[in-house]
């Protein structure tokens, strides 16, 4: 199970941190992803990061903003949110595998971002 907080509005340049708690399989053993869905669009893969925390990867859209971290020792995942724009706005899930397929069937019910003034 993937439950997903952290979601809210928050003014553009703003921050938030997105957490991830995952139960019900060996965390560790898994890398993990965020993926973002905007109102009326298709999935779109955010961030990835490797089982042992290591090899982040991100979308060019979010490169320099966002840092992917994981905490296996509390199987938890995150997502540290800087410079917020706009277009950041959206629903977003954490995903099994480091650059799961669009969309993820291993995710959970998201949280929701919104970035307005």
């Known amino acids: 199970q993937l439950v997903e907080s952290g979601g809210g509005l928050v003014q553009p340049g703003g921050s938030l941190r997105l957490s991830c708690a995952a139960s019900g399989f060996p965390f560790n053993s898994i890398d993990m992803s965020w993926v973002r869905q905007a109102p009326g669009k298709g999935f779109e893969w955010v961030s990835g990061?490797?089982?042992?925390?290591?090899?982040?990867r991100y979308a060019d859209s979010v490169k320099g903003r966002f840092t992917i971290s994981r905490d296996n020792g509390k199987n938890s995942l995150y997502l540290h949110m800087i410079n917020m724009k706009t277009e950041d706005t959206g629903v977003y899930y954490c995903a099994l595998g480091i650059q799961p397929t669009l969309p993820p069937t291993s995710r959970g019910q998201g949280t929701n971002v919104t970035v307005s003034s």
């Open positions: 990061i490797s089982r042992t925390g290591t090899r982040p």
